[in-house]
């Protein structure tokens, strides 16, 4: 990405490909990143790492962490969890920690369902879309803020 500063900026991640729902033993928090999704992982890391990101955040689902795990290692900063962006949460906790790291260059790693609702709910306050909503797994919107909110979007789609 060269050139991308994060200043003012919150890197919102879809997790990476973690295979089928239901699929895999055990609770659905602790599917892992199948195969193609640790490439995407990797691909985020190379994607992210000159953007200036200082905090990264993620749900506590499995395959949120280790989607934010490569580019944490680059960076040298630990993948924080929140459950206000698990699964299920809604927008309301992802705008919140979206709040808390106002004073970060940050990036944030969430789920299916949470990153519509957020991306709605933004557009309601009236931030500008430069491309149209999607959120494919490994994909980032890269939301530019300013002291009054959010005011742009920009969608970068999955690496590789």
């Known amino acids: 990405m060269g050139n991308v500063t994060a200043v003012g900026k919150l890197y919102v991640v879809r997790h990476a490909d973690a295979g089928t729902r239901g699929r895999s033993d055990g609770p659905d928090e602790l599917r892992a990143l199948s195969a193609r999704g640790r ?8 994607q992210l790492a000159d953007a ?6 993620a749900s506590p689902f499995r395959r ?37 790291l106002r004073a970060s260059a940050a990036a944030i790693c969430s789920h299916g369902d949470v990153i519509p609702d957020l991306l709605e709910e ?15 797994k490994a994909s980032t919107w890269v ?6 909110g959010f005011t742009k979007g920009r969608y970068l789609p999955p690496p590789g």
């Open 143 to 148: 939301l530019t803020r300013d002291e009054r």
């Open 52 to 57: 200036g990101i200082a905090r990264l955040v």
């Open 64 to 100: 949120c962490v280790d989607t934010l795990g490569p580019l944490g290692e680059r960076l040298g900063v630990d993948v924080e969890v929140d459950e206000r962006l698990a699964e299920g949460t809604g927008c309301s906790g992802a705008l919140a920690v979206a709040d808390e």
């Open 39 to 46: 490439r995407q992982a990797d691909g985020l890391r190379d």
């Open 122 to 136: 933004l557009l309601r306050r009236g931030i500008r879309l430069v491309d149209e909503p999607r959120w494919q």
